[in-house]
């Protein structure tokens, strides 16, 4: 089973080189790497050609900027226009986080035991930086999924495996991200559960190190927009 790994890329250039080259150097072999680059204003884009140009394997490509804070540009620029025809899954690996060489190979091995079942994957993160523990998130139903939303968004993103049909099926594209800032991937969860769609919480840590730093745009987008969970949450309560 192919997937596309993705890398979104917004001002990442201490960063970027060692995502990139974590997510080549993958021991699952059937895979691709593609990274997008959103507008960046400092070296990232050049730093991102000089790696191509010095290792290679990776497909590039470049959007323009238009929703702060999110990654709807780049990720459905590389889904559209990008993606192999033959990859079954795909994530969005984030361009200041790096991965174990076996993460993706772990990531299977859950999906592999009910791949009819287990569409929709999320692993615990490993903090590197600032913080240095793992946050994991364990819920056994939609319902209690749905319990744990209403008080925080209960997914860690960047760790999602997705199956190819979420992007054919349209959902991906059903929030307006100019209303929900950086917080438009919450709002899609919202959409996932309301359709009874599952994202597996995989029990334990698989490979997934999440970088803390001051420039990360989850900072900005709570200083920015600081009232927009909770708009999200009134959403759904209202509904569920």
């Not at 790497?33 to 730093?47: A, G, L």
């Not at 009910?114 to 590197?128: E, N, T, Y």
């Amino acid at each position: 089973m192919k997937i596309s790994i993705i890398i979104p890329v917004y001002n990442a250039e201490g960063y970027i080189e060692q995502c990139i080259l974590s997510a080549l150097e993958q021991n699952y072999l059937d895979k691709e790497i593609i990274v997008v680059d959103n507008e960046s204003t400092d070296d990232s884009y050049q730093t991102i050609l000089n790696l191509n140009n010095k290792v290679g394997g990776f497909k590039i490509g470049q959007t323009e900027n238009i929703y702060k804070y999110s990654w709807k540009e780049p990720t459905q620029y590389a889904l559209s226009n990008l993606m192999a025809k033959d990859s079954e899954y795909f994530m969005f690996l984030a361009a200041d986080d790096f991965l174990e060489k076996d993460f993706i190979s772990n990531c299977f091995d859950i999906i592999n035991k009910a791949p009819d079942k287990i569409k929709l994957l999320q692993s615990p993160i490993r903090f590197c930086g600032a913080w240095q523990h793992d946050q994991k998130y364990d819920y056994k139903s939609i319902e209690e999924f749905k319990q744990q939303f209403l008080m925080r968004c209960p997914v860690n993103t960047p760790t999602i495996i997705w199956h190819r049909s979420f992007y054919e099926s349209g959902i991906m594209n059903r929030v307006d991200s100019n209303l929900y800032a950086g917080a438009d991937d919450y709002m899609l969860y919202g959409h996932l559960a309301n359709d009874n769609n599952f994202i597996y919480p995989a029990p334990k840590w698989l490979g997934y190190n999440y970088r803390i730093h001051d420039s990360q745009a989850t900072w900005g987008m709570h200083k920015d927009y600081g009232g927009v969970d909770a708009k999200i949450q009134e959403f759904w309560r209202k509904r569920w």
